[in-house]
């Protein structure tokens, strides 16, 4: 059982609200390179072996070896939003703990490791970043370094060494989305020893690289007295079972490399071979693997120097291979072009090489890695470095942004990419933003109304991905640039040349996208002019408010295409309309009209000329649904902006809740806002009967 002591204090989070006052970071330091910042923070106590994952806006330091060797059951979360960290210690004190996050990053997970005493750990201690609470499960079999891997709607405890022969788990264990856990073991590799994983959540797979080949390794044994592994192990959970299978060989055996995933393609860089003296050998050797045909995509590509445990991440779709024991270099793999990127620059390398450190991503955009023992001093490090795309769909150059008349204020809107592989292609989604923090998200597409193709779903998904690191917005309005149109719904076009495995991959994608949306902590307002049909609706659906033109239509057709919708509109359609008048929406693919829209609750605001206007149909004198949008944006943004976050927080959490469930949210999320800097501005401006300054504190 998992206990928290109280060692400089406890959180209690809901949803991600803290309740007790959060101590800057000490130590931080930036440099700005085209888009990419990389940072630096401390750790509360420098420690080697430490278990790392994300949940939510907070990153976990588990667990490790301090300088003197013991382990330690020290806490570290570090809120990337605030750039806090809170310090809390476990009752059970571990190194070499499984570690990873699932369920769309809501949960990190820990597993196994080494106690303090030189037992096996058991434990699988989860924390939940919804609602700060910890739940706690038992693995199978007690082991060490236990794989984690996040497979979407399952979540795969896999492998790990033992204290007795066989010495190599062959157990898994699989958690579920409702946190239920079920055990069995695999017999397609038995003993794939330090193999190294990489998944892809949306597309419910994943795969286990190298390690020790079909060999019983007791710990302590010499690594030179067993053979290194070319298998690869293909896990696939998109039949709601984990089924295992054996994979191509890799280039050449080897173990104590990294995998990641990007793009459809596993990724496994470096690692360890032996040499003619059987003497430990690093490799520069990068395997690409296609995960749609299981073949390799290629196996010539090479690393800048030859390296082993490096630290591995996905950005978009940039695969970050970061230090490692021996090495501060940064190389990285464009899983779009399939190529290694060169030329880059030596500031973004790590400042100091270590082995044994934790490493984990945030929310798709902030890739940390953390603790570690020094190469240089043997030292067991406090430092985590990060790396950050603040502006990940900035692949338009500024001319194109001046042409398109955008308010660029703000230096977090003029950053250009690190590689810019596509700066002469138009953008089809770009960000603008207005002097008070009002931001507009951009649909462009217009040859093809704004139907959603894979380009465009992916800058959409980078685009609202960099809203979560921008500290100034206020509120988001999602609008289209293409006259007649807001969004025409999915590409059929393109999707009648997909493979049914990759329809599936994106729909997960755009399924996801529409939930980051909705889950943004500032206001989401979808200014509708012209035709939202299909997709184009759902993602309106996603937005807290749509307000609307004169000459706009919506309805979900796809009944008539012989499918359903397949991004939410079945869900979402019911909140607003009821499930009777959402089952005949769907059911007919009946359009509606602004002013019916606003009678089914579809709409908050629409501007038409009714029968008895005396403007009659001159919609020229009417409000597009962007205007009303605007008005509407600006006055939010006069509002408290922790305010409004968290009476977003306290409506979406309580809507579900029962009514003494959504009493206490609603406490929580209130008792959050009395201790800003907000709150005293409110009360004082009221005092001196001025307007507010508010400034998010």
Not at 640 to 669: D, F, Y
Request: charged share 20%; hydrophobic share 40%; net charge neutral.
């Amino acid at each position: 059982m998992l206990f928290l002591k109280q060692s400089l204090f406890i959180v209690l989070n809901i949803a991600g609200i803290a309740q007790v006052a959060s101590v800057p970071v000490s130590g931080i330091k930036k440099r700005d390179i085209s888009g990419w910042k990389k940072s630096t923070f401390n750790l509360s106590v420098g420690r080697s072996r430490v278990a790392a994952a994300s949940a939510g806006d907070k990153i976990l330091f588990y667990g490790g070896k301090d300088n003197d060797g013991n382990t330690v059951g020290i806490l570290d979360i570090y809120d990337v939003k605030t750039k806090s960290l809170e310090t809390s210690h476990f009752d059970s004190a571990r190194s070499e703990v499984g570690s990873g996050s699932f369920m769309k990053g809501r949960y990190a997970v820990f597993a196994g490791g080494i106690n303090s005493d030189f037992t096996l750990s058991n434990e699988i201690n989860i924390y939940d970043s919804e609602t700060g609470e910890w739940i706690n499960k038992t693995l199978s079999k007690p082991r060490i370094s236990p794989r984690v891997m996040d497979m979407g709607s399952k979540l795969v405890i896999y492998g790990g060494v033992l204290l007795f022969s066989p010495f190599i788990s062959r157990d898994v264990d699989v958690l579920d989305s409702d946190l239920s856990l079920t055990s069995t073991t695999q017999d397609v590799l038995a003993y794939n020893q330090f193999g190294v994983v990489a998944t892809d959540a949306a597309s419910y797979q994943g795969a286990v690289f190298g390690g020790y080949e079909n060999r019983i390794v007791s710990p302590g044994s010499r690594f030179s007295d067993h053979q290194p592994s070319n298998q690869t192990l293909i896990l696939d959970a998109k039949k709601g079972k984990v089924d295992f299978v054996k994979g191509p060989i890799l280039s050449h055996p080897r173990w104590a490399g990294s995998g990641a995933f990007a793009n459809a393609q596993y990724i496994y860089a470096g690692g360890y071979t032996f040499n003619a003296e059987r003497d430990e050998d690093p490799t520069d050797r990068v395997d690409v693997l296609d995960s749609t045909s299981n073949s390799w995509v290629s196996e010539s590509l090479k690393l800048s120097e030859p390296r082993y445990s490096i630290y591995a991440g996905t950005i978009n779709d940039y695969v970050l291979l970061w230090g490692g024991a021996s090495s501060t270099k940064l190389d990285v793999y464009n899983a779009k072009s399939k190529q290694m990127e060169t030329d880059i620059p030596a500031s973004l390398n790590m400042d100091n090489s270590r082995a044994d450190a934790g490493s984990t991503v945030s929310k798709g955009c902030m890739f940390a890695v953390g603790g570690g023992v020094s190469t240089k001093s043997g030292q067991a490090s406090n430092i985590v470095e990060e790396m950050r795309l603040l502006y990940p769909t900035a692949s338009r150059s500024i001319n194109l942004v001046a042409r398109k008349n955008l308010l660029l204020k703000s230096s977090f809107l003029n950053i250009a990419r690190l590689f810019q592989t596509q700066a002469s292609v138009e953008p089809e989604c770009y960000l603008s933003e207005s002097e008070n923090g009002i931001l507009t998200l951009n649909l462009d597409r217009p040859k093809y109304k704004n139907a959603i193709s894979k380009k465009l779903l992916e800058e959409l998904q980078n685009s609202i991905r960099s809203i979560k690191f921008n500290e100034s917005a206020r509120v988001l309005i999602l609008r289209s640039k293409v006259e007649g149109v807001f969004c025409a719904g999915a590409d059929l076009k393109e999707r009648l040349n997909m493979q049914p495995n990759e329809v599936t991959q994106f729909l997960s994608r755009l399924k996801q996208t529409l939930i980051d949306i909705e889950n943004l902590n500032i206001p989401t307002i979808a200014a509708i002019d012209g035709a939202a049909l299909g997709g184009g609706l759902e993602l309106a659906l996603s937005c807290d408010i749509r307000v609307s033109g004169p000459n706009s239509v919506v309805g979900l057709p796809e009944t008539g295409l012989g499918i359903i919708p397949g991004a939410g509109g079945t869900q979402r359609l019911v909140n607003l309309v009821g499930i009777s008048k959402a089952k005949e929406l769907v059911f007919t693919g009946q359009r509606l009209k602004p002013e019916e829209a606003l009678k089914y609750g579809i709409f908050n605001k629409a501007s038409f000329a009714e029968s008895n206007n005396p403007l009659g149909t001159n919609d020229s004198n009417l409000k597009s649904g962007y205007d009303l949008a605007f008005e509407m944006a600006a006055i939010v943004s006069t509002k408290g902006p922790i305010a409004i976050q968290m009476a977003k927080k306290a409506i979406n959490l309580g809507a579900s809740a029962s009514v003494a469930e959504g009493l206490e949210i609603e406490q929580l999320c209130y008792n959050r806002v009395i201790a800003t800097e907000d709150r005293l501005e409110g009360l004082k401006a009221f005092k001196e009967k001025r307007q507010p300054v508010y400034k998010g504190k």
